[in-house]
Nanobody, 126 residues
């Protein structure tokens, strides 16, 4: 069983920054997975934000966050990060990290991710 725990969410003013962390616990090793971040705003479907390959060399971003958000990973610390800069009110959502296997694909579809964290709330005030 893969256990993922997000942290780092909070309330921030527009233009501000936050860094989310996703730590794997127990006997989980994130080096075995492609890792992704998704978000879900009230009344909306869960949407792709970013993904990173197992070694960190390849990243994918949603157009809405490209140039503002950066996904990274530290496999030695079993942690994935999402650095969010220049935040906008429309970035307000619950942010989830997720793990996907096999390593050969990097899906944008949430249904292809196998394991999920419980989410962390990000609220951006205008």
């Amino acid at each position: 069983q893969v256990q993922l725990v997000e942290s780092g969410g909070g309330l921030v003013q527009a233009g501000g920054s936050l860094r989310l962390s996703c730590a794997a616990s127990g006997r989980t090793f994130i080096s075995n997975y492609v890792m992704g971040w998704f978000r879900q705003a009230p009344g909306k479907e869960r949407e792709f934000v970013a993904a990173i390959s197992w070694g960190g060399r390849r990243t994918l971003y949603a157009d809405s966050v490209k140039g503002r958000f950066t996904i990274s990973r530290d496999n030695a610390k079993n942690t994935v990060y999402l650095q969010m800069n220049s935040l906008k009110p429309e970035d307000t959502a619950v942010y989830y990290c997720a793990a996907h296997s096999p390593l050969t694909t990097m899906p944008l579809d949430a249904r292809e991710y196998n394991y999920w964290g419980q989410g962390t709330q990000v609220t951006v005030s205008s």
